[in-house]
């Protein structure tokens, strides 16, 4: 399987892969954060189509977990990203 080396902003991503699925797992505290996070999805993104693999959209979801409502919105293919509980 291709290398998904993703780095961004001279670290390393926090991406866990298992089997066709992958998780993220980032710390959102200011805009660049979050900002950080979505460059780190479009990467993805550009992996994927660089592979011709096939991202199924309708499963991607993100799970913010905070003490503050963060109003941040993330895209993959130019669709928001749901959040799940």
Known sequence: MPDVN??????????????DDAKIYKSIVTDDDANSL???????TEWCNTWLLKLNVNKVKWFPIA??????????LQMKILITN
């Open 6 to 19: 993703i780095v961004e902003d001279g670290r390393q991503s926090n991406i866990y892969l298992y089997a």
């Open 67 to 76: 003490g503050k409502k963060l109003q941040i919105q993330i895209t993959i």
């Open 38 to 44: 979505q460059r780190v999805v479009s990467r993805i």
